[in-house]
């Protein structure tokens, strides 16, 4: 069984910096992405980037490319995702998945991942 637990969320000012950090525990198949996604109220849950086991990232958009660096350590299980420049608009509840059967490039899409952190909030002041 997966389980997934997020950290390092928190309130922040906009320009600033965050590090998430997911340790995963029961994951340990050769192949499949974890991802990191985002929802805030009334929204739907959106991908915002995801790693596979070949370090092969997948990003939601060029606003987070060009600001958030997911990353891994493979040796402790543990998903990492640095957010920098934050911005009002990055305030959401952030949560860890898993998408154990994948192979290749990772798909942001959430119906395909299968075990789910129970996240962490971020909230960005202007």
């Known amino acids: 069984q997966v389980q997934l637990v997020e950290s390092g969320g928190g309130s922040v000012q906009a320009g600033g910096s965050l590090r998430l950090s997911c340790t995963a525990s029961?994951?340990?198949?050769?192949?499949?992405?974890l991802g990191w996604f985002r929802q805030v109220p009334g929204k739907e849950r959106e991908g915002v980037a995801a790693?596979?086991?070949?370090?092969?990232?997948?990003y939601g958009g060029d606003s987070v490319k060009e600001r958030f660096t997911i990353s891994q350590n493979k040796d402790n299980y543990t998903l990492y995702l640095q957010m920098n420049n934050v911005k009002p608009e990055d305030t959401a509840m952030y949560f860890c998945?898993?998408?154990?059967?994948?192979?290749?490039?990772?798909?942001?899409?959430?119906?395909?991942?299968?075990?789910w952190g129970q996240g962490t909030q971020v909230t960005v002041s202007s």
């Open positions: 790693i596979n086991h070949n370090n092969i990232i997948t």
């Open positions: 029961g994951y340990s198949t050769p192949r499949g992405c």
């Open positions: 998945a898993a998408d154990r059967t994948r192979f290749g490039s990772c798909t942001l899409e959430r119906i395909y991942y299968d075990f």
